[in-house]
DNA sequence: CTACATGCAAACCGTTTGCACCCTA
DNA sequence: TAGGGTGCAAACGGTTTGCATGTAG
């Protein structure tokens, strides 16, 4: 199904605003912070208010087209397409950049802990961190 | 070493504020906020400024005494002692309660994106995110 | 035409900082 | 008694919200 669809169902406008900050999301392959959506619109000379970002991806993110992330050491909120699938992420420690890492190691893990614990388990989230390699010859 | 040797090391005085932040993260088996402890400390009847807790916190994490811990769907940072060890969480989406995992998963995955990407990894960060017992069945 | 979307400015909230005073070593 | 520690209030920065206006369906 795709966005027109889901937007539709959910009773949400698809307004232009909305289809660009899809857009970036689906074109980056990192995830990316309210701000730089917001800039990366500037930079396509499109006119749109910070708070008209941020309640896109609130909406966006309610009806599980995109997904929230934040990560240690970093104070603001990142933000993913859901089509990126499971993945997870190396940080740099020094210039904060992140890689994508498509290996996901985990498996029976989360169903060991979902008997052990009785917990109902809806995802986890494994980052590593570190330093890539121009920061750590520095 | 303990405490007392490494905050002399580092140039720092050992006041009575630092052990009593210390020990209630000591004391405590989950992670802490700022907040939370300051208002332990409240409860303590024990008069600390929020901001001596931040600074407290800050200087403590720089000296790798304790660390610093962000989940997903949080907005404030949390802390533990760096004596409890390599461990991870699984977060309860509703109740946001955290229940400590002491099982890790991950190995030689670590070494394996070291050798891939030429980062120098320093460590991992694996949560889990579910509904507890008490919540999963409202 | 109606309900949702948007811009703007103000509010929010966790966190940080400047400054004067306090206390450990 | 010197230099770090602390309280208080103000500043900060990312995020949210109230309100009046705009626009999709």
Redesign the interface.
């Known amino acids: 199904m795709d966005y027109e669809e889901i937007m539709k169902q959910n009773g949400l406008k698809r307004t232009k605003n909305r289809f660009r900050i899809l857009k970036i999301l689906d074109i980056g392959d990192i995830p990316l912070s309210a701000g730089s959506i917001y800039n990366c619109l500037k930079e396509e000379e499109i006119e749109v208010s910070l708070s008209t970002v941020y309640r896109t991806l609130e909406k966006l993110s309610e009806m599980n087209i995109i997904r929230?992330?934040?990560?240690?050491?970093?104070n603001s909120t990142f933000f993913e397409s859901i089509k990126k699938g499971h993945r997870h992420y190396?940080i740099?420690?020094k210039c904060r950049s992140i890689?994508v890492?498509n290996?996901c190691?985990?498996?029976?893990?989360?169903e060991?802990?979902?008997k052990e614990?009785?917990?109902?388990?809806?995802?986890?989230?494994?980052?590593?961190?570190?330093?890539?390699?121009k920061c750590?010859d520095k």
């Not at 190691?105 to 989360?110: M, S």
């Open positions: 929230k992330l934040t990560f240690n050491g970093d190396l740099c420690l890689t890492l290996k190691p985990i498996k029976g893990y989360q060991d802990i979902e614990t009785s917990y109902i388990i809806e995802g986890h989230k494994l980052d590593m961190y570190g330093y890539c390699p750590k």
